[in-house]
């Protein structure tokens, strides 16, 4: 199916199996893929912002104002990760037990109760506990690109997922943005610096709660309906379709046949009709082993420790969180001091200009997530289907950001130009590998898409842990050229040690 403009507002084509769309209704919010893909990317940018919240105003005045050390600023970025880690972890399996809006809500209204108390900070020890717990709305990436997965299916998922995740990264940028604006207004009617920084976190509250509250309301859990009833639909999709193959068993579990299996029990007369394809409205063709393949093999189960242990330790899932670790880990590490990095190379910019070009680092993932994402769909399409190369592109993304990393640490620029330009450029591939992660996460484990997500989601706050501490310790916090090349080295060298991983488990039903 070829990329139509109209596919930007009209209703979609759909699989006829799990009735994920086939095209991404992106100016159409009243038709229903529309609206969850609006809500996936505006509840998720919320959340990046109130999550990064601290860091515009923490370089200058909140450190001022809570007589904070360097060491202990870098410490509270370490903090705000901490959780996020935690919390993804365990957002993947809820995704897969409730659903992910339910899950993506519920983090949105969580987190907004820390974000209220943010005010109420006054030292050090305050500024670690508020920032970790705000650290919960980081974990709502998890359900974000579960719930767009779960409604945009196979040749459209990598756009869909880098889209959703690239505008909701890009909360990073508007956090730097923001907060230094809301602050200065009320700096300029009066309040002292000290009433201002508190008063400023009252917008994201409000956003966050707004969020939250929409997408549990005006939003659906799956495109079938509800999340418990999403194997019955299923079924009902292939017997509505001639299919009266058992491929769901009574309380709604997928069974444990292979689609061989299913092909062997065909009749020389059955394998004829599998050719013939029955298409209702709006629904792409398939033939009959195509759609049995998708119900056995991409239906999402109720995780179970086995299953997920299986999942855990699977070289592919392990492939997905390196990568991811370096990718997102390093966006995570650097978002938090690129503002400081600024004001120590140039001191005359002051702390407003510093933010408003650090936000650029975030405002990126507009454009640079969502590249590597669509890069990773086209070689998908052109390539007939070969997984091997969007696996190539994130290996490719990531070994890239790593060399650019290490030029940026061992040039320190102190000319703005360069410095700026050499940031963007490295961003590009930094967030674009983000994109691409998540392009081809969908097809590795799809019946247990929940918890893959949530440890490779975890993985990239491990790597941003990581990286906030080599930023911590290199020079007492203060030698950021010396952690980009140190970065950049890991970033190299784990892309590389995990590029012989195949895409796909051996023996794979679904996700082709």
Not at 27 to 38: I, T, W
Not at 338 to 352: D, E, V
Not at 471 to 486: E, H, I, P, Q, T
Request: aromatic share 12%; hydrophobic share 45%; with cysteine.
């Amino acid at each position: 199916m070829g990329l139509k403009f109209s596919d930007l507002w009209a209703a979609p084509e759909v699989n006829p199996v799990n009735r994920k769309a086939r095209a991404i209704p992106f100016l159409n919010p009243v038709n229903v893929y529309g609206r969850v893909f609006f809500f996936s990317w505006f509840g998720f940018m919320i959340a990046f912002w109130a999550w990064y919240a601290f860091p515009p105003l923490l370089t200058h005045t909140i450190k001022a104002d809570l007589h904070l050390s360097p060491a202990e600023v870098a410490n509270s970025n370490i903090v705000s990760l901490v959780a996020t880690l935690f919390v993804r972890v365990v957002a993947g399996p809820l995704c897969d037990q409730f659903g992910p809006r339910k899950v993506f809500g519920g983090l949105l209204l969580l987190g907004s109760v820390p974000i209220g108390l943010a005010p109420l900070v006054h030292n050090a020890s305050g500024l670690y506990v508020s920032r970790f717990f705000i650290g919960i709305l980081g974990g709502s990436f998890v359900p974000c690109q579960v719930w767009s997965t779960g409604f945009f299916d196979k040749n459209v998922v990598g756009t869909a997922n880098a889209l959703t995740g690239g505008f909701g990264n890009a909360g990073g940028g508007i956090t730097y943005f923001i907060m230094p604006a809301v602050y200065d207004s009320f700096v300029g009617r009066g309040r002292t610096p000290g009433e201002a920084w508190r008063l400023t976190f009252i917008v994201p509250l409000i956003m966050v709660i707004f969020a939250g509250v929409s997408l549990l309301l005006l939003c659906p859990d799956t495109p079938t309906g509800k999340w418990s009833e999403r194997h019955l639909h299923a079924q009902e999709s292939l017997q509505a379709h001639g299919i009266v193959d058992g491929v769901v068993d009574v309380p709604g579990t997928i069974t444990d046949k292979a689609s061989s299996e299913a092909e062997k029990s065909l009749s020389g007369e059955d394998k004829e009709k599998d050719k013939k394809l029955i298409v209702f409205d709006h629904e792409a063709q398939m033939g009959k082993n195509e759609m049995i393949e998708t119900a056995q093999g991409e239906i999402i189960q109720k995780p179970s420790l086995g299953e997920a242990f299986r999942v855990t330790i699977s070289p592919q899932t392990n492939f997905h969180i390196l990568t991811y670790m370096c990718s997102f880990g390093g966006e995570l590490a650097i978002n938090s001091i690129l503002a400081s990095y600024y004001s120590k190379n140039f001191p005359g910019i002051g702390q407003t200009n510093a933010a408003n070009w650090a936000a650029m680092f975030g405002f990126l993932n507009m454009v640079t997530r969502p590249l590597g994402g669509i890069i990773s769909d086209l070689l998908y399409k052109f390539a007939g289907k070969n997984l091997w190369l969007k696996k190539a592109w994130i290996t490719a993304c990531g070994v890239i950001t790593g060399i650019l990393l290490i030029i940026i640490g061992f040039v320190d620029p102190h000319d703005q130009s360069t410095m700026f330009g050499m940031i963007a450029l490295m961003a590009i591939f930094l967030e674009a590998g983000n994109g691409a992660n998540f392009s081809l996460l969908p097809h590795v484990h799809p019946f247990a898409n929940g918890i893959l997500s949530g440890l490779t989601g975890a993985g990239g706050n491990l790597g941003g842990v990581i990286f906030a501490i080599v930023f911590r310790f290199m020079d007492g916090g203060s030698n950021y050229a010396k952690a980009f090349w140190v970065i950049g080295i890991i970033h190299v060298a784990v892309n590389v040690a995990v590029s012989w991983i195949p895409p796909l488990p051996k023996g794979q039903i679904g996700g082709h």
